[in-house]
């Protein structure tokens, strides 16, 4: 009896491995470019964590040149200063792999010389494990995002750099949008239809503005596009499409109707076109392919460069 338990428990303790094992996901970060200073700044990073799922278990792998490279796991504050002086953990040899044992928010930087300032830090959130049924969202008031963040609205590259942004954000009715024109005069915002947005029709919009910064009040759920008119300049990448739902306590893919959506302080500088009703998509893009990010610098370095 003792060896029949010892090996029924030998078999629970082998099945809970394998099952252990296969839930567990191994991140390279940056896939094939690895850990740098990427062009094109911090925005890099934040584009290659929104194509993926953190789960506690998971492993991330940092590559990078011995002695040119270093990464630090880091607090949120010293990630948001490039503050190098006092890391939670510094490795210095590739490559270098962090467990994540925790949910939460875990913060990465390169220590080098202005490593981190030029875009070399990376920010991720962990959930529970893979499989885990995601909670739901507490209500909340209405979020200001700004598009792109830091990198503001510009060609940036490639087209899925503006969906990689908005890769795992909750728009509602009532949230604002606000698109900062880097380029001043020489470019412009335009909410269009989704046959505009997809074939980069910059003839035939919604309304148009020009005058940054372009604040633009989410009034109605459904899906809404976004395009920049100026040449090529959509067909590089500088469009943005969302998803709008009602509420926080209605999912992402549930099925609402399209609308116009109101600026909140600019005018529209002509207007041309119905607003039409699509079927609905998530409220950010679904995950982008790895091997994206390896071009999406590549692009970024074409452009900057």
């Not at 029924?8 to 567990?24: E, K, P, R």
């Not at 209605?250 to 116009?260: D, E, I, L, M």
Request: glycine share 10%; charged share 15%.
């Amino acid at each position: 009896m003792g060896k029949e338990l010892s090996i029924a428990l030998l078999a629970i303790a082998v099945v809970g491995l394998l099952h252990s094992t296969a839930a567990m996901e191994t991140h390279v970060v940056g896939d094939k470019i690895g850990w740098v200073v990427p062009p094109g700044g911090q925005y890099a990073y934040e584009s290659w964590a929104a194509m993926h799922h953190f789960a506690v278990g998971d492993l991330l792998v940092f590559n990078f040149t011995n002695g040119d490279q270093d990464v630090a796991r880091v607090t949120k504050e010293a990630f948001d200063n490039c503050n190098s002086t006092d890391p939670i953990t510094l490795k210095t040899t590739s490559p270098a792999n962090f467990t994540l044992n925790t949910t939460g928010e875990y913060y990465f930087i390169g220590t080098k010389d202005k490593h981190c300032e030029l875009g070399q830090k990376l920010a991720i959130n962990v959930t529970a494990e893979h499989g885990s049924p995601a909670p739901s969202p507490a209500p909340r008031g209405p979020v200001t995002y700004v598009v792109g963040d830091k990198l503001g609205w510009l060609v940036p590259g490639g087209e899925q750099a503006y969906a990689a942004w908005a890769y795992g954000k909750t728009f509602i009715v009532g949230d604002t949008l606000v698109f900062n024109i880097v380029n001043g005069t020489q470019d412009d915002v335009a909410l269009v239809t989704k046959p505009a947005y997809e074939n980069c029709t910059t003839n035939s919009t919604i309304a148009v503005y020009k005058n940054s910064p372009v604040s633009i009040l989410l009034n109605t759920s459904g899906e809404h596009f976004f395009i920049s008119t100026y040449d090529r300049h959509c067909l590089l990448g500088q469009k943005l499409a969302i998803n709008v739902t009602s509420s926080t306590a209605q999912p992402p893919s549930a099925k609402t109707p399209s609308g116009s959506m109101a600026p909140s302080s600019p005018t529209p500088h002509g207007t041309s076109g119905p607003g039409a009703a699509h079927a609905p998509f998530s409220s950010a893009p679904s995950r982008i392919g790895s091997g994206y990010f390896t071009f999406l610098l590549i692009a970024v370095a074409a452009f900057f460069y």
